[in-house]
């Protein structure tokens, strides 16, 4: 399993900004794919946003044009930059990455929106 250890979460206002970091264990250039999820409560886990091996990208529809995910080969990390956010972006975001047919799961951190 790879180790993935997410940072950044907190509370924002809506219309606001916050970036999430992963940290993996290994070197991330060879992974399959690797990007975030989310779960709010009550609600089913949903992608938000992956990158695969190729460098190609893939958004939820409810975030496209607002969110960017960006990575970081040398420092092993993936990075998730949420603008404009929405009361309905709250939720726990998790960090995800599979390499072949293993995938791993980051503990979770936690987005807020609320005024």
């Known amino acids: 399993q790879v180790q993935l250890v997410e940072s950044g979460g907190g509370l924002a206002q809506p219309g606001g900004s916050l970036r999430l970091s992963c940290l993996a264990s290994?070197?991330?250039?060879?992974?399959?794919?690797m990007g975030w999820y989310r779960q709010a409560p009550g609600k089913e886990r949903e992608m938000v946003a992956l990158i695969n091996l190729s460098g190609l990208i893939d958004y939820a529809d409810s975030v496209w044009g607002r969110f960017t995910i960006s990575r970081d080969v040398d420092k092993k990390r993936v990075d998730l930059q949420m603008n404009d956010l929405k009361p309905e972006d709250a939720a726990v975001y998790y960090c995800?990455?599979?390499?072949?047919?293993?995938?791993?799961w980051g503990q979770g951190i936690l987005v807020s929106v609320s005024s």
């Open positions: 290994e070197n991330i250039l060879f992974f399959n794919a």
């Open positions: 995800h990455a599979r390499v072949l047919s293993r995938l791993s």
